[in-house]
């Protein structure tokens, strides 16, 4: 990765997911390339889910972004390329959806099975004593645990193949 590239990726990890706070699109793993055009970049992102909702919320945050940090023209795209799985997701950003009390997914080889939802630690007191609920969470991407240690309810964010 040049120089150029490097600087942009660095200014991405200020630009968060707008539904999850805490982590940044970086470390979430969407933002999948970087081209350059003369001098100005243009940004790939890959979203998690071909519906994503936040989707454009998401290549506005990223264009203006680098309209503040002096790019001209900078270009945000939405690309499908790179099919986006919960492995690109960074340690940073695991820990970042522990954080907004996501249970993170699993890293995987490239198989899941259903029976991935049902080990899941909790992320507020890191019990495995938990149980899912329901494989549909209030949105396509989690699912919902009980917790019986800390006795609370959570959402954990599905492994992705």
Same mark, same amino acid.
């Given at each position: ?26 470390? /979430?793993? !969407? ?5 350059? +055009? ?7 992102? @890959? %979203?998690?889910? #071909?519906?994503?909702?936040? /989707?454009? !919320? ?5 264009? +203006? ?7 001209? @023209? %900078?270009?945000? #795209? ?12 960074? +340690? ?70």
């Amino acid at each position: 990765m040049d120089n150029r590239t490097a600087e942009i990726y660095r200014i991405l990890e200020t630009v968060m997911d707008p539904e999850i706070p805490t982590i940044s699109l970086v470390d /979430l793993g !969407i933002v999948t390339g970087v081209e350059w +055009e003369n001098d100005n970049p243009h940004v790939k992102l @890959t %979203p998690t889910f #071909s519906g994503c909702p936040a /989707l454009r !919320i998401m290549e506005q945050l990223v264009h +203006e972004k680098l309209i503040d940090s002096g790019y001209e @023209t %900078p270009r945000v #795209s939405t690309s499908f390329e790179v099919a986006w799985n919960t492995n690109m997701i960074s +340690e940073k950003g695991l820990a970042a959806l522990k954080k907004h009390g996501l249970a993170p997914p699993p890293k995987h080889a490239g198989y899941i099975e259903l029976d991935v939802l049902s080990d899941i630690a909790c992320p507020l007191c890191d019990s495995r004593n938990t149980t899912m609920q329901t494989p549909f969470g209030p949105t396509l991407c989690r699912s919902m645990h009980y917790c019986k240690n800390c006795q609370n309810a959570f959402e954990a964010f599905k492994p992705v193949t």
